[in-house]
């Protein structure tokens, strides 16, 4: 493998790179943390908090490792527009019907047998 | 099939996925190692070769602008089939917005929310157009400037009211801007074959300056475009979403 040398580029900005590598990791822990926690999370208006939370991690994420762009698409589409999409689908599907009996589920017409 | 041998044959499935998985992930090159040659060449020529200092909009944009309007048609295709997924079906009417109907049983919006949500509103819609039209400049673009802007019309909502929401987004008009942006990009694209050029062929003067808001030539304004088609999509589903979460009932009273 044909590997150049990284060259060391120092700016006012420059950290130190044990500095980065446990920002790194930090942040990596973090995501999976958030994650597992999605994923455990069973009632579904918590979810879609617990799935906000989950996108600014990533987000963060993106721009500790140096993508800006990603971070903000991540921003916007993970920790927000997604969101807010499952919420306001939950809203509708959670409203009972304006009258009548509720429709019958599978899981009923089994129960009934 | 009984609940053990369900279990027995997930296992097994498991365990040849993680065989493949382990296999795959060792074969990896190292971490932060980049063995292509495309990367290194782009990052060389692209600042030169479009004046746009922003590499990945460069690519996004320019050199990989045809993918870009497969994507966008993606997003317009979904939204279009949101609405027609969502349109007020026979059976179905729509009452007064649920959030007004008098003895509803909602929670009314805390004022913290409204004076947040007013309070970001301006800022939100100046953050949005900024992305949109700074893609060549600095790490933004018209997809992020898009949702952002369209989070504007969602804070107008949380502001205020869905009638407020459906006022400063009346379906018809957000469904023509949703098709001047997907249809300017392609136009974009198509004018390049009118002029002789190959399709999507950057034919406007690229400017003097490397990182000026106006160099780059078209990446500036297919991002634009972009972001007016994403903003649209965007508030299109979400309005939508809110019609038939708040107007929309069964029965055809």
């Known amino acids: 493998m044909n590997v150049t040398p990284a060259v060391a580029v120092v700016t006012p900005y420059t950290v130190a790179p044990g500095l980065m590598d446990a920002l790194q990791v930090t942040i990596l822990v973090l995501v999976a943390i958030a994650a597992t926690a999605v994923v455990l999370t069973r009632v579904p208006v918590r979810q879609a908090i617990v799935l906000s939370v989950y996108g600014i991690l990533l987000a963060v994420l993106f721009l500790a490792f140096q993508a800006p762009d990603v971070t903000l698409s991540e921003l916007t589409v993970g920790a927000v527009a997604l969101p807010i999409l499952l919420l306001l689908t939950l809203a509708k599907v959670k409203r009972p019907p304006a009258r009548g009996r509720p429709p019958r589920t599978p899981r009923d017409q089994e129960r009934e047998k | ?253």
């Open chain 2, 1 to 253: 099939m009984t609940p053990r041998q369900r279990r027995w044959l997930f296992l097994a499935a498991m365990a040849c996925l993680a065989v493949f998985l382990i296999w795959g992930l060792a074969g990896l090159p190292g971490f932060g190692n980049y063995p292509g040659p495309y990367g290194d060449i782009i990052n060389r020529i692209a600042v030169s070769q479009t004046n746009a200092t922003a590499v990945v909009s460069a690519i996004n944009f320019e050199y990989r602008g045809f993918d870009t309007v497969g994507e966008e048609f993606i997003l317009f295709v979904a939204a279009a089939g949101v609405a027609t997924v969502l349109r007020r079906l026979r059976g179905e009417r729509e009452g007064p917005a649920r959030d007004e109907a008098p003895g509803r049983g909602l929670q009314p919006t805390s004022e913290a929310v409204r004076a947040v949500a007013l309070a970001l509103t301006g800022p939100t819609v100046v953050m949005g157009w900024y992305l949109a039209s700074h893609a060549q400049t600095s790490p933004s673009g018209g997809f992020q400037g898009g949702v952002v802007l369209g989070t504007a019309f969602v804070l107008v909502y949380l502001a205020g009211q869905f009638l407020a929401f459906e006022r400063i987004s009346p379906v018809d008009v957000t469904d023509a801007v949703e098709a001047v942006g997907a249809g300017g990009f392609a136009a974009v694209g198509i004018t390049a074959v009118i002029m002789g050029l190959p399709y999507l062929q950057n034919f406007l003067p690229l400017g003097t300056i490397p990182g000026a808001v106006s160099s780059s030539g078209t990446i500036a304004l297919i991002s634009f475009f972009v972001g007016v088609e994403v903003a649209a999509a965007f508030v299109l589903i979400v309005g939508e979403l809110l019609d038939q979460t708040l107007l929309v009932r069964e029965g055809s009273g």
